[in-house]
């Protein structure tokens, strides 16, 4: 079984007995390490730095690997030889990336046929009609992207602004209709809901407990091994399914908590 650490003062005393037992920290990208889309700040940088002097580091999100270039690595500060112990996990893990020999190296699942792309782009138009909601009269960059293995959806579009995403859906309520409107209509795929205003649609199966699954086979350690940190580990948050696979998990409420936790587990 999975065990929850505490996100009160409790974890602050408990890092200390806990640092040793983890092999590899894992972390949500969006509302966890960054805001959502958001670079990655000049501390957390710094303080993930550290973290890759002695630990692997596994980081997973619906995003595609260009946006981690953009968001999360070129802001990283740490020796180019500390890239060995990070893996970075897009598209919630149906592609791969390590760091080998100067480049970063993905290994991908098998992307979705045309076909299938023009069925999951139909699906998402009818289903956001049928739930009732009209196309918003402002939207910022396309609201459908494509990820090869993954189809996203964007209410607002993909570079809407942080500050307007937050109040579109902070219930998730809205996404969650869409949801259930797509689920009749593509009932051999799965669609689950993304960062602050995306859906993520895959094949069945593919979410945060399938990519970190890889990482524990691909370093051969088991679950125990591992800690989990993320921002919506709560009930169908996109979190949740990292509190599956046995491995400790740490809710956080966004970038600052995580990095007050990193500071304390790495005085430890």
Not at 72 to 97: A, D, R, W
Not at 106 to 114: E, G
Not at 181 to 204: H, M, N, Q, Y
Not at 219 to 247: R, S
């Amino acid at each position: 079984m999975c065990a929850l650490i505490s996100s009160d003062s409790s974890l602050i005393s408990g890092a200390q007995n806990k640092v040793k037992k983890y092999d590899v920290v894992a972390f949500d990208l969006d509302g966890t390490l960054t805001p959502s889309k958001s670079p990655l700040q000049p501390e957390m940088a710094t303080i993930l730095g550290r973290l890759l002097l002695h630990h692997k580091v596994a980081v997973i999100s619906g995003a595609a690997f260009p946006q981690f270039q953009t968001q999360f690595l070129i802001h990283l500060n740490c020796p180019p030889e500390s890239l060995k112990n990070l893996i970075i996990l897009p598209t919630n893990g149906s592609n791969v990336c390590v760091y080998e020999n100067s480049t970063w190296d993905c290994k991908q699942d098998k992307p979705f046929s045309v076909a299938e792309k023009q069925q999951i782009k139909g699906a998402l138009e009818q289903a956001f009609a049928a739930a009732g909601f009209a196309v918003p009269e402002k939207t910022y960059g396309p609201a459908i992207e494509d990820r090869a293995t993954q189809i996203t959806f964007s209410a607002l579009g993909q570079e809407a602004p942080l500050e307007i995403k937050k109040s579109w859906d902070p219930d998730h309520a809205k996404r969650q209709k869409i949801v259930d409107a797509l689920k009749p209509l593509l009932p051999e795929f799965s669609a689950r809901i993304g960062g602050a205003t995306s859906i993520d649609i895959t094949r069945v199966g593919i979410d945060k407990a399938y990519g970190l699954k890889k990482v524990l086979a691909s370093l051969k350690i088991t679950p125990e091994k591992m800690l989990y940190i993320g921002d919506e580990l709560f009930p169908d948050g996109n979190d949740a399914p990292a509190t599956t696979i046995g491995a400790d998990w740490l809710p956080v409420t966004g970038p600052e908590e995580t990095a007050t936790f990193l500071a304390t587990f790495l005085s430890a």
